[in-house]
C-alpha cells in the first residue's frame, strides 16, 4: 500500500469510527477562535473554555479587549499558563484587528502568520474551520499518530509534517482528518499510555502498530 492509499484508506476509517468532529474550543466568532487558540498553547482546550469566559464577560468584542490593558487580560488568562506572554500577544493582536481590519480576522493565510503569537498550525486551524479553506493543523496529536500510522517517516518538526501531509490529504480533507487524529490520539492512539491498539479501527494497516 503507497502512503496515498494508506491516507486515503485512513480518512475513509477515521470517518465512521468519528463522523462528527470539530474543533474543541468553544467559540462562536472568528476572533475568539483566535483568542482560544492562543491561550491553548501549553495548556488544555477544556480549561481554555472555562477561563475564556470570564474574559468574554467583562470583554464582548474585539474593540473592548484591544483597549484593555495586556495586564488586565493577564489577570484573568492567568490559569492557562504563561500568561504574560499570551496576554501581550492577544493585546497586540485585537489591537490589529481593530485599527487594521475593521474588527475582523483576515481569511488570508500569511496576514494570519504577522499576528502575534500566531504560528502556522493556529493559522491553519483558523484557516479550516472559520473559512473552510483547506488546512493542515499539525499538533501533538496529528504529529504523534501520523508517524505511528507511517504516513510519514520519523519527521517531528511541524512544518515538515505538515508539508508531507500536503502531498497525500486531499485538500477538502484536511482539516477534518486532522481533528479525527485528536480525538483518536485522545481516546486511543494515546501519547501517556499504550496505545489501545485493540480497539483501533486501523491496527491492520497501521506501521507501528503500537511499537
Known amino acids: 500500500m503507497t502512503k496515498e492509499e494508506l491516507a486515503l484508506e485512513a480518512i475513509e476509517r477515521l470517518k465512521k469510527e ?33 477561563v475564556v469566559q ?24 492567568k490559569p492557562c499558563g504563561l500568561g504574560r506572554s499570551k496576554a501581550r500577544d492577544i493585546s497586540k493582536t485585537m489591537r490589529i484587528l481593530r485599527d487594521e481590519y475593521k474588527g475582523k480576522v483576515p481569511d488570508n493565510f500569511e496576514a494570519l502568520l504577522k499576528l502575534p503569537g500566531v504560528g502556522r498550525k493556529s493559522a491553519n486551524l483558523i484557516m479550516g474551520d472559520v473559512f473552510g479553506k483547506p488546512a493542515i493543523v499539525t499538533d501533538t496529536h496529528c504529529i504523534r499518530l501520523v508517524n505511528r500510522i507511517g504516513l510519514v517517516d520519523g519527521i517531528r518538526e511541524p512544518k515538515k509534517v505538515e508539508m508531507a501531509l500536503w502531498k497525500l490529504i486531499p485538500p477538502e480533507e484536511g482539516s477534518d482528518f486532522c481533528h479525527r487524529l485528536v480525538f483518536h490520539g485522545r481516546e ?21 502498530n503500537g511499537i
Open 188 to 208: 486511543v492512539c494515546t501519547a501517556r499510555t499504550k496505545p489501545y491498539c485493540d480497539k483501533c479501527c486501523l491496527k491492520d494497516i497501521c506501521e507501528k
Open 54 to 77: 470570564d474574559l468574554y464577560e467583562k470583554y464582548p468584542d474585539v474593540n473592548a479587549l484591544a483597549e484593555a490593558e495586556p495586564e488586565d487580560i493577564e489577570a484573568i488568562v
Open 18 to 50: 468519528y463522523p462528527d468532529v470539530g474543533c474543541t474550543l468553544d467559540y462562536d466568532q472568528a476572533w475568539k477562535l483566535l483568542v482560544g487558540v492562543r491561550l491553548a498553547a501549553q495548556c488544555t482546550d477544556a480549561r481554555v473554555n472555562i
